[in-house]
């Protein structure tokens, strides 16, 4: 019925990965590599993320249905980032008709 | 009193009934997601509108005590993590000391936090009539930087407190025997929900103190 019990030695894994990868992130921000700073510090941020919600939130055991649920969760976020990005970045793009003038 | 909470009629099973637990926390915690994820979106937004008084403010955010917190909750994580182990095993006195530990390590990142704001507000960068920004040409900008960052990491910080308060009930349950081997869904639910606030907090301190560090 209950969650199968994990081992101990999975839990302390991914908490030995979770600290290196912040040591890292800290390390690599002190260097300089342009744009590739953010895209460095989000993928590792997005890694971290998904260790915890992957082995610590127990989503690796969860059921399909809630697996649905979490990747939709994380889905209509993508949504609102995309459509209010794209919104923003699209702005003046588009020369502005003649009915703009009237 | 040993807990036996029997199965709720309109559950088939134990089985069941857990799941429909973890579905509701799930759906719970997609809300929390779009929550802050308005915010994360408004500081992308403006992030972009002005990188370069955004970069500056790196300068001043408290990188050490930022990567320290974000140590102590991932500590708490796995404190966490292993309290809701010793629940599913029936180990009483480990499910307490773990659940305290987690409460201490919270407390931890809150007394940390709160230095930090102080430092804040001693510097004068707390958006505010009395806000003075040390590169003046990006002083307006860099408002809206720190006004983002009370903002975001106070509306974390909130989730902590509440969190604080979940952990103290989840103690005071555990010294009273509420939980079993068979029946621990309060410990698996605030576990979800602790795990979530460490998460807000992974991408808080990349976006809020690291990026932008070398300029």
């Not at chain 1, 939130?57 to 794209?86: C, D």
């Not at chain 2, 802050?36 to 300068?59: Q, V």
């Not at chain 2, 991932?74 to 006195?93: E, F, P, W, Y």
């Not at chain 2, 869904?185 to 576990?191: K, S």
Request: aromatic share 16%.
């Amino acid at each position: 019925m209950s969650h199968p019990v994990v081992a101990i030695k999975v839990y302390v894994g991914v908490f030995l990965a979770l600290i290196t990868l912040t040591v890292t992130t800290v390390a690599v921000s002190k260097i300089e590599l342009g744009e590739y700073n953010f895209i460095v510090a989000m993928t590792i941020a997005v890694i971290k993320g998904s260790l915890v919600v992957w082995f610590f939130m127990h989503v690796k055991q969860a059921s399909s249905m809630t697996k649905l649920f979490v990747a939709a969760g994380f889905f209509w976020l993508g949504i609102m980032l995309v459509f209010v990005l794209s919104d923003y970045v699209s702005r003046g793009w588009l020369p502005r008709g003649v009915w703009w003038h009237s | 009193m040993i807990a036996q909470p029997e199965l709720k009629h309109h559950f088939d099973d134990a089985g069941q009934q857990l799941e429909s637990s973890t579905l509701g926390m799930w759906i719970f915690l997609a809300t929390e997601i779009m929550f802050f994820g308005g915010m994360f979106c408004s500081y992308t937004i403006y992030r972009s509108a002005f990188p370069e008084a955004f970069a500056s403010t790196s300068h001043f955010m408290n990188v050490t005590a930022g990567a320290l917190n974000t140590g102590v909750l991932i500590c708490s994580s796995l404190t966490m993590a292993l309290a809701v182990r010793a629940a599913q095993i029936g180990q009483k006195k480990a499910l307490i000391w773990l659940l305290i530990l987690t409460l201490t390590l919270g407390c931890v990142f809150l007394g940390i936090k709160g230095m930090e704001y102080h430092e804040k507000w001693v510097e004068h960068h707390v958006p505010g009539p009395s806000f003075h920004y040390e590169e003046a040409q990006y002083a307006q900008n860099a408002e809206i930087l720190f006004f983002l960052y009370f903002a975001m990491t106070g509306v974390h910080a909130v989730h902590m407190i509440v969190g604080v308060g979940l952990l103290i009930t989840l103690i005071i349950m555990a010294s009273r025997n509420r939980f079993s081997a068979a029946w621990y869904t309060p410990v698996d639910m605030i576990g979800l929900y602790w795990h979530f606030v460490d998460i807000v907090w992974i991408f808080l301190f990349p976006l809020l103190y690291l990026i932008g560090h070398t300029k």
